[in-house]
T-cell receptor, first 113, second 112 residues
């Protein structure tokens, strides 16, 4: 089955710890995205990548980092600099270009211990 | 700056009703408007994408319209069913940002 796989489903972070969220897709999409979803605030874009080895900051990139070494993979690291990381994180992918629908994974819920 | 608003925030209807969800946006310079469905604790599922040159799109019991000049879109759900219960989000892909800007969603409950 083609789709996007996010892991883990639940993740807990200790103070001062970096954690990495995994996102893998087998849809052969060039573009990939990371969003953060907080209650009552909708989705906000953290980082996006239109092609391998290239990525751009979204609206709320501070405290996060990404890499895009392979077309299928776009991991997100939540660093200790992100002071309020508790949220639902969603990864998406699409064919590059305009007017292409985005396909989403099932998300990772990150909480602070 | 593009802003997307969805009204109402929540809606509860009996099974079988036809219903309309509303989405408005402040900047008409868009490539498209998209409607998504989100089940609790899950990701988003794309329902309909309306390009800026189009007026409406249909998929099964769903019909979405777009009035770009007035900055409005509606999602019409015919003969609602309990399985339609979910949060519905709209998003616009704007010229000046090349990103999707999301509304905060309408939480729909359809009761038997």
């Amino acid at each position: 089955d083609g789709g996007i796989t996010q892991s883990p489903k639940y993740l807990f972070r200790k103070e001062g710890q970096n954690v990495t969220l995994s996102c893998e897709q087998n849809l052969n999409h060039d573009a990939m995205y990371w969003y953060r979803q907080d209650p009552g605030q909708g989705l906000r874009l953290i980082y996006y990548s239109q092609i391998v080895n290239d990525f751009q900051k979204g609206d709320i990139a501070e405290g996060y980092s990404v890499s895009r070494e392979k077309k299928e993979s776009f991991p997100l690291t939540v660093t200790s600099a992100q002071k309020n990381p508790t949220a639902f994180y969603l990864c998406a992918s699409s064919i590059a270009g305009y007017n292409q629908p985005q396909h989403f994974g099932d998300g990772t819920r990150l909480s602070i211990l | 700056k593009q802003e997307v608003t969805q009204i109402p925030a929540a809606l509860s209807v009996p099974e079988g009703e036809n219903l309309v969800l509303n989405c408005s946006f402040t900047d008409s310079a868009i490539y498209n408007l998209q409607w998504f469905r989100q089940d609790p604790g899950k990701g988003l599922t794309s329902l309909l994408l309306i390009q800026s040159s189009q007026r409406e799109q249909t998929s099964g019991r769903l019909n979405a319209s777009l009035d770009k000049s007035s900055g409005r879109s509606t999602l019409y759900i015919a003969a609602s069913q309990p399985g339609d219960s979910a949060t519905y989000l709209c998003a616009v892909e704007s010229y000046n940002t090349d990103k999707l800007i999301f509304g905060t969603g309408t939480r729909l409950q359809v009761f038997p």
